[in-house]
């Protein structure tokens, strides 16, 4: 698994360098988000759950069925909207309340 950042899209706020567990997150020269050694990204969405701004992009690959599929996150006060694109530009939306997840 590993993700793709949309430098375009970046506003170098650092919040996935903060969350990343595997330190793979750096900022670049140019204050945007970098990724290194994607091949240690285990996939566990820290990263793209915090970005506000939707630049990052997450593969699924076909080992789990995404068939190069790429999952991004945007958010609009307490609704998180997942958004699953794939490789024909077809876009699928999930949104999320992110209070009522959290209540057990
Ligand atoms: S998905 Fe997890 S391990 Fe991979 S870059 Fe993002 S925070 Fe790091
Ligand atoms: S969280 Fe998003 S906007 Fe902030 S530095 Fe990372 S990629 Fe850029």
Known sequence: MSIRIETDRCSGCGRCCEVCPGNLIRRSADGKADIRR?????????????????????YLGAD????????SVSQKGDIKIWSVTDPGGNVQKIAVNSKESNQY
Do not use: H, N, P, Y
């Open 38 to 58: 994607r091949q240690d990204c285990w996939g566990c969405t820290s990263c793209l759950k915090e970005c506000k701004t939707g630049a990052i992009l997450f």
């Open 64 to 71: 789990i069925g995404g068939r190069g599929s790429v999952l």
